[in-house]
């Protein structure tokens, strides 16, 4: 929304907003547990902090857009407990995550991409986030969103800039940058 002065009147413009409504493309069923598993084997998260972060944000946009509802969600940090614990030897595997936390359902997002600066050579940035979404039943173990193996890719980008020089700047791009992802 845009106030229009001039003349001594005031007039409203309304703006669309510019990000289009998308659909749903698996809706969990009403009252089910849902764990967010935020993995990044590659390391590309700056800060440990941000798997949690990406986890709360990714839950609050759910829940504004009716989603799931705020007592469906299972706490970020005992899911993180449980990814730690390893048996004989062996990662604990995703279903299993979901059991020991009691979860219905869990939402997998491997983040396998996180730059402010793709280029170490150019001091201008342009900030991308990449990572792989799914859906898995812990019940049944099975993956019911999307239908390809790997997940859905969510791309996250912003645009071009040269302002990086401080340490409060490159926070401030990176948490836009985790916004955009757990947005998208």
Same mark, same amino acid.
């Given at each position: 929304?845009?106030?229009?002065?001039?003349?001594?009147?005031?007039?409203?413009?309304?703006?669309?907003?510019?990000?289009?409504?998308?659909?749903?493309? %698996?809706?969990?069923?009403?009252?089910?547990?849902?764990?967010?598993?935020?993995?990044?084997?590659?390391?590309?998260?700056?800060?440990?902090?941000?798997?949690?972060?990406?986890?709360?944000?990714?839950?609050?946009?759910?829940?504004?857009?009716?989603?799931?509802?705020? %007592?469906?969600?299972?706490? %970020?940090?005992?899911?993180?407990?449980?990814?730690?614990?390893?048996?004989?030897?062996?990662?604990?595997?995703?279903?299993?995550?979901?059991? !020991?936390?009691?979860?219905?359902?869990?939402?997998?997002?491997?983040?396998?991409?996180?730059?402010? !600066?793709?280029?170490?050579?150019?001091?201008?940035?342009?900030?991308?986030?990449?990572? %792989?979404?799914?859906?898995?039943?812990?019940?049944?173990?099975? /993956?019911?969103?999307?239908?390809?193996?790997?997940? /859905?890719?969510?791309?996250?980008?912003?645009?071009?800039?040269?302002?990086?020089?401080?340490?409060?700047?490159?926070?401030?791009?990176?948490?836009?940058?985790?916004?955009?992802?757990?947005?998208?």
């Amino acid at each position: 929304m845009v106030l229009i002065g001039g003349c001594g009147r005031l007039g409203v413009l309304l703006m669309p907003d510019p990000r289009p409504f998308v659909a749903a493309q %698996y809706k969990i069923p009403k009252g089910k547990k849902v764990a967010i598993l935020i993995d990044d084997d590659l390391s590309p998260l700056p800060a440990a902090t941000m798997k949690s972060e990406l986890a709360k944000q990714i839950y609050d946009i759910l829940i504004k857009n009716k989603a799931i509802k705020d %007592y469906q969600k299972v706490d %970020y940090e005992k899911v993180r407990r449980a990814c730690t614990k390893v048996t004989q030897g062996k990662k604990v595997s995703i279903r299993q995550v979901g059991q !020991q936390v009691k979860a219905d359902y869990i939402i997998y997002v491997n983040v396998i991409e996180f730059n402010l !600066q793709s280029d170490p050579e150019n001091p201008l940035i342009k900030p991308r986030a990449r990572a %792989y979404v799914k859906i898995i039943e812990v019940s049944s173990g099975n /993956r019911v969103w999307p239908v390809d193996f790997v997940g /859905r890719e969510v791309i996250a980008t912003d645009r071009m800039s040269a302002d990086l020089a401080s340490s409060s700047k490159r926070s401030e791009y990176a948490d836009k940058l985790l916004a955009t992802l757990a947005e998208n």
